[in-house]
């Protein structure tokens, strides 16, 4: 049983379509991530959720949209795409809480990752 | 300010030698760190963590990391390498005083040959 599963695995789509990511964890976690990594591996946050609250929103064009509806999905909605868009993005929980409360040392599981390509 | 730098960018190891992978960190704060490997076309996987406990740390697959703070360093070690462990790795430094701040080194991607 995955612990956290993302759709599609792969994405192909022309320049200009709205695209969407989604992301559901059955961990129980309290946090979800949204990284991009490019050709060259690197891994960039985007956005991080806690109990569906935006908590870390990271310089990303606008056209980027996360939701999370409850606290086991966060879903991301692509506008307008771009040809720098296409990368791998992975979504990703953690066992944290909000408040100031430091736990289980902000181990990430992540997803499979989804390929995204912007023809 | 956090950052993480892993020395290098590739390493190449013959099949049954040791590999080592080199990290060092920068922390304002007592910092948590980890390894994560990625295999080809896979999500990242936890190796090993580091919470201001044993300084060796013990990992999956047989890695292992030292964490030396007068060094600021937290290199990943092996005694041997199987050709299954060619991946990239990726070492991570996180913020652990509740807050979310979790920095990727670029990652090494090793290479091992028969």
């Known amino acids: 049983d995955t612990a956290v599963s993302q759709t599609p695995k792969y994405l192909v789509t022309q320049m200009g379509n709205d695209k969407s990511i989604k992301c559901e964890q059955n961990?129980?976690?309290?946090?979800m991530y949204w990284y991009k990594q490019d050709s060259k591996k690197f891994l960039k946050i985007m956005f991080s959720?806690?109990?569906?609250?935006?908590?870390i929103n990271e310089t990303v064009p606008n056209r980027f949209s996360p939701k999370s509806p409850d606290k086991a999905h966060l879903n991301l909605h692509i506008n307008s795409l771009e040809l720098g868009d296409s990368a791998v993005y992975f979504c990703?929980?953690?066992?944290?809480?909000?408040?100031?409360?430091?736990?289980?040392?902000?181990?990430?599981?992540f997803g499979a990752g989804s390929r995204l390509t912007v023809l | 300010a956090q950052s993480v730098t892993q020395l290098d960018s590739h390493v190449s190891v013959s099949e049954g030698t040791p590999v080592l992978l080199r990290c060092n960190y920068s922390?304002?704060?007592?910092?948590?760190l980890f390894w994560y490997v990625q295999h080809p076309n896979k999500g990242l996987q936890l190796l090993l963590k580091?919470?201001?406990?044993?300084?060796l740390v013990k990992g999956i697959n047989g890695f292992e990391a030292e964490f030396k703070k007068s060094e600021t360093s937290f290199h990943l070690t092996k005694p041997s390498a199987h050709m299954s462990d060619a991946a990239e790795y990726f070492c991570?430094?996180?913020?652990?005083?509740?807050?979310?701040?979790?920095?990727f080194g670029a990652g090494t991607r090793l290479f091992v040959k028969a």
């Open positions: 959720y806690n109990n569906k609250e935006l908590i």
């Open positions: 990703a929980s953690s066992q944290d809480s909000l408040g100031g409360r430091f736990s289980g040392a902000n181990v990430l599981t």
């Open positions: 580091y919470t201001s406990a044993a300084t």
């Open positions: 991570v430094v996180s913020l652990g005083t509740g807050g979310f701040k979790t920095i």
């Open positions: 961990l129980g976690h309290d946090t």
């Open positions: 922390s304002s704060y007592s910092p948590s």
